[in-house]
């Protein structure tokens, strides 16, 4: 079982910024990619961005590209969303995903089903 820890969700004005953290204490199982996705109330989780752990390639979902920045450090086991630019639309509760399956199509990081664990979430609450 791999344990995911969320923080830094919060109450933010339109056009602010805000960065989540996702932190993976324990054991990881030989991480592949970690991702991020959202649940805004009355709607699907959908796919906001990912990045592999080996090379660092990222992914983001149309809506938050040039926004939105995924980073790790791997020695915290932590992933990183840099969130800008922020928008009432983006109000929603964050999940943290991982996952220790390769996918030799890498578009499959960008669904729910290639993530193995989940974190609890976080609230992201964006006023106009």
């Known amino acids: 079982q791999v344990q995911l820890v969320e923080s830094g969700g919060g109450l933010v004005q339109a056009g602010d910024s805000l960065r989540l953290s996702c932190a993976a204490p324990?054991?990881?199982?030989?991480?592949?990619?970690m991702g991020w996705f959202r649940r805004a109330p009355g709607k699907e989780r959908e796919f906001v961005a990912a990045?592999?752990?080996?090379?660092?390639?990222?992914y983001y979902a149309d809506s938050v590209k040039g926004r939105f920045t995924i980073s790790r450090d791997s020695a915290k086991k932590t992933v990183y969303l840099q969130m800008s630019s922020l928008k009432p639309e983006d109000t929603a509760v964050y999940y943290c995903?991982?996952?220790?399956?390769?996918?030799?199509?890498?578009?499959?990081?960008?669904?729910?089903?290639?993530?193995?664990?989940w974190g609890q979430g976080t609230q992201v609450t964006v006023s106009s």
């Open positions: 995903a991982h996952t220790n399956r390769y996918y030799g199509d890498s578009s499959s990081y960008t669904s729910v089903g290639a993530y193995v664990y």
């Open positions: 324990g054991r990881t199982f030989s991480t592949i990619a």
């Open positions: 990045i592999r752990w080996s090379g660092e390639s990222t």
